[in-house]
């Protein structure tokens, strides 16, 4: 179909117009079905783009039209990955409401550059939490925490040697190693148990769960994402 005709990177229209931020073409491409999935050489899809130009509505509409939240580019970079480099607080609030996959790492590349290849942003991969830490994200930090993030899968915590030095903010990193030093509460585990075994299909399944208003909201992060 001409509204999925691929460039030779193996971009289609719905693509090119993401990282432009033409939300008008976007919400023109939708209706006609087009493949919200489709990815170019390095395997990233409208929906990365959407996230790291910070396109709010373009996200939500990507979402809603079937667009895989946990996609990964041909360097492991997600959507998520992508907005808390770029510290798009807003896109990462939607991207936890679909109930992401929080700990993959990458090296991730930079989307805004003009170079025919790929432009790696870090030398070796690194997790989102960490990121948020490196780019001075104190509010993404604390969303991600907040949304049950495994803070004992990230070893470099309590190395004062892995937190970025320039413009350290030492308030932030004491908060965090507090944060990893406490053990996580009966509750915030059994949320974290539910997200994880519901996926993408949370919202659904816990509107089955025999449990009061309340407890359902704090399954679904409305508590956090309100």
């Not at 790291?52 to 939240?69: H, S, T």
């Not at 550059?113 to 790929?118: E, L, N, Y």
Request: with cysteine.
């Amino acid at each position: 179909m001409h509204h999925d005709t691929p460039t030779r990177d193996g971009n289609t229209p719905i693509a090119l117009a993401a990282p432009g931020g033409h939300q008008s073409v976007i919400d023109i491409l939708l209706p006609l079905g087009c493949n919200v999935n489709n990815a170019d050489k390095d395997k990233d899809t409208a929906l990365h783009y959407a996230a790291y130009n910070n396109m709010i509505e373009g996200v939500r509409k990507l979402l809603e039209c079937g667009a895989d939240p946990n996609c990964q580019n041909s360097y492991k970079a997600t959507p998520l990955w992508n907005a808390v480099y770029m510290k798009h607080k807003d896109i990462v609030k939607l991207l936890l409401t679909a109930n992401v996959e929080m700990e993959v790492t990458s090296v991730g590349i930079n989307q805004h550059s003009q170079s025919d290849t790929a432009v790696q942003i870090y030398p070796k991969p690194r997790s989102p939490l960490y990121v948020a830490v490196d780019r001075g994200c104190f509010e993404i930090m604390l969303l991600l925490i907040a949304a049950g993030y495994n803070l004992h899968s990230e070893a470099w915590v309590f190395s004062d040697d892995m937190y970025p030095t320039e413009n350290r903010d030492l308030n932030m990193q004491a908060l965090l190693k507090k944060f990893a030093s406490e053990p996580p509460r009966m509750i915030a585990v059994c949320r974290n148990f539910f997200r994880r075994s519901f996926g993408q299909q949370i919202h659904n399944k816990v509107q089955h769960l025999e449990l009061p208003v309340t407890l359902k909201n704090y399954l679904i992060l409305g508590d956090v994402l309100s």
